[in-house]
C-alpha cells in the first residue's frame, strides 16, 4: 500500500515522481493560459495540439456547439459521449459513459494527430469536470509523455487573450497519426475490486446526491457502502483555476487514511478524473478510476447501497 508524503516534506525537498508513484508528465497536468499564448506564438517550434472538450450531460450537442461559437486558436472539438465514450448497453453495465476500448481509444488519438513526441493541452468550461480531465486521464492511461490541462479552462484564456476563433464553413481535419499507444489498465478497477477492496473510495459527486437527498440523473440515490464525499468545485478556487499544490495535498490528504489507496468513482467516470487530476497536481499518488462508477454500480441490483453521510462499509 502507498504511503502518503507529508507536505512540510516536500515543501522542504524535491520528491521524484516515482517515488510518489505518479507517472512522469503529472508532475506539472496544468498549463497556464500565458504560457500557451507563448507556446502557440513561438515561431519554429512545434506547436501542441490543443483539444475542446466542452460537454454538458443534459445536452449531448452543447460541445460542438459551444466549439463552433468560439474556440481558442487550432482547438479542435472532442466530442464527450461520442469520442470518449463507447455506447451504453441496455442493461446499464459501464455506466452511462462506458470508458472506450483500447482499439476505439487508439484509433481516436490516431485521428486527431496525436503523437507522443507533441504536446497535448486539454480544457473545458468547468474546471475541467467536464470532461477536459477525462481526456487527460484518458491520454494518460495510453501513455502519453506529456498531456496538460488549461488551468481555468476557456475562460482564463479570454482573460489572457480576449480572443477565440470561430468554427470555419468547412473544419481542416488533423493529419492522422501512426501513434501506438500502450495502455496502462492499472490505473483502472472493477466493479468486482469495488466491492471485495478495503481501499478508500472517493465520490466526486455533489453531497446531497452523494446523501442519497437527490439524483436527478440515475435512478437509484445514495453512494457505495464506505466512500467519502469530494464534490470536484473542492478542488477549485473560486476563479475556476485549481487551489496551489500545497493546498490541494493538505485537504486531500486530511480525507485519507495514512496507508492505502484510493479508487475514484462518481456519476458516470468523467468528473471522477478531475479528482484524479487534483491528487497529480498535488503530487500525491494517483487514485484508480472506477470508471462505470455509480451508474455502473447500480446496474446489479444485489450491489449494496449506501445513503446518508460517509460510513464504514
Same mark, same amino acid.
Given at each position: 500500500?502507498?504511503?502518503?508524503?507529508?507536505?512540510?516534506?516536500?515543501?522542504?525537498?524535491?520528491?521524484?515522481?516515482?517515488?510518489?508513484?505518479?507517472?512522469?508528465?503529472?508532475?506539472?497536468?496544468?498549463?497556464?493560459?500565458?504560457?500557451?499564448?507563448?507556446?502557440?506564438?513561438?515561431?519554429?517550434?512545434?506547436?501542441?495540439?490543443?483539444?475542446?472538450?466542452?460537454?454538458?450531460?443534459?445536452?449531448?450537442?452543447?460541445?460542438?456547439?459551444?466549439?463552433?461559437?468560439?474556440?481558442?486558436?487550432?482547438?479542435?472539438?472532442?466530442?464527450?459521449?461520442?469520442?470518449?465514450?463507447?455506447?451504453?448497453?441496455?442493461?446499464?453495465?459501464?455506466?452511462?459513459?462506458?470508458?472506450?476500448?483500447?482499439?476505439?481509444?487508439?484509433?481516436?488519438?490516431?485521428?486527431?494527430?496525436?503523437?507522443?513526441?507533441?504536446?497535448?493541452?486539454?480544457?473545458?468550461?468547468?474546471?475541467?469536470?467536464?470532461?477536459?480531465?477525462?481526456?487527460?486521464?484518458?491520454?494518460?492511461?495510453?501513455?502519453?509523455?506529456?498531456?496538460?490541462?488549461?488551468?481555468?479552462? &476557456?475562460? +482564463?484564456?479570454?482573460? !489572457?487573450?480576449?480572443? =477565440?476563433? %470561430?468554427?470555419? $464553413?468547412?473544419?481542416? #481535419?488533423?493529419?492522422? *497519426?501512426?501513434?501506438?499507444?500502450?495502455?496502462?489498465?492499472?490505473?483502472?478497477?472493477?466493479?468486482?475490486?469495488?466491492?471485495?477492496?478495503?481501499?478508500?473510495?472517493?465520490?466526486?459527486?455533489?453531497?446531497?446526491?452523494?446523501?442519497?437527498?437527490?439524483?436527478?440523473?440515475?435512478?437509484?440515490?445514495?453512494?457505495?457502502?464506505?466512500?467519502?464525499?469530494?464534490?470536484?468545485?473542492?478542488?477549485?478556487?473560486?476563479?475556476?483555476?485549481?487551489?496551489?499544490?500545497?493546498?490541494?495535498?493538505?485537504?486531500?490528504?486530511?480525507?485519507?487514511?495514512?496507508?492505502?489507496?484510493?479508487?475514484?468513482?462518481?456519476?458516470?467516470?468523467?468528473?471522477?478524473?478531475?479528482? &484524479?487530476? +487534483?491528487?497529480?497536481? !498535488?503530487?500525491?499518488? =494517483?487514485? %484508480?478510476?472506477? $470508471?462505470?462508477?455509480? #451508474?455502473?454500480?447500480? *446496474?446489479?441490483?444485489?450491489?449494496?447501497?449506501?445513503?446518508?453521510?460517509?460510513?464504514?462499509?
Amino acid at each position: 500500500m502507498a504511503q502518503y508524503p507529508d507536505p512540510a516534506a516536500l515543501a522542504a525537498a524535491s520528491v521524484s515522481a516515482s517515488s510518489l508513484l505518479v507517472p512522469d508528465q503529472r508532475q506539472a497536468p496544468l498549463i497556464d493560459a500565458s504560457q500557451l499564448v507563448t507556446q502557440l506564438a513561438m515561431a519554429g517550434l512545434k506547436s501542441p495540439v490543443v483539444l475542446d472538450c466542452r460537454a454538458r450531460l443534459d445536452d449531448g450537442e452543447a460541445g460542438e456547439r459551444l466549439w463552433r461559437e468560439g474556440h481558442l486558436p487550432g482547438a479542435i472539438h472532442v466530442d464527450m459521449d461520442r469520442d470518449l465514450s463507447a455506447a451504453v448497453r441496455e442493461d446499464g453495465v459501464g455506466g452511462r459513459h462506458p470508458l472506450p476500448s483500447h482499439q476505439a481509444t487508439a484509433e481516436l488519438f490516431r485521428r486527431l494527430g496525436i503523437t507522443p513526441e507533441q504536446q497535448v493541452v486539454v480544457y473545458d468550461d468547468m474546471g475541467g469536470q467536464m470532461a477536459a480531465a477525462r481526456l487527460w486521464w484518458m491520454l494518460t492511461w495510453a501513455g502519453h509523455p506529456d498531456v496538460r490541462v488549461l488551468d481555468g479552462g &476557456i475562460q +482564463a484564456w479570454n482573460q !489572457a487573450m480576449g480572443e =477565440l476563433k %470561430r468554427a470555419p $464553413a468547412q473544419p481542416v #481535419s488533423p493529419t492522422p *497519426s501512426d501513434w501506438q499507444p500502450s495502455f496502462d489498465d492499472s490505473l483502472l478497477v472493477s466493479a468486482q475490486e469495488v466491492a471485495a477492496t478495503d481501499d478508500s473510495l472517493l465520490d466526486a459527486r455533489g453531497e446531497a446526491r452523494f446523501r442519497g437527498e437527490q439524483e436527478p440523473v440515475d435512478p437509484v440515490a445514495g453512494h457505495i457502502p464506505g466512500a467519502f464525499c469530494r464534490p470536484t468545485p473542492s478542488n477549485l478556487e473560486a476563479n475556476g483555476r485549481f487551489k496551489d499544490r500545497m493546498s490541494l495535498m493538505r485537504e486531500l490528504r486530511s480525507l485519507l487514511p495514512a496507508q492505502g489507496e484510493v479508487i475514484a468513482y462518481c456519476g458516470s467516470g468523467i468528473s471522477a478524473c478531475q479528482n &484524479i487530476l +487534483a491528487f497529480a497536481i !498535488a503530487g500525491l499518488p =494517483l487514485p %484508480r478510476l472506477y $470508471a462505470g462508477s455509480w #451508474s455502473d454500480w447500480i *446496474s446489479d441490483p444485489a450491489r449494496p447501497v449506501a445513503t446518508g453521510e460517509a460510513s464504514e462499509k
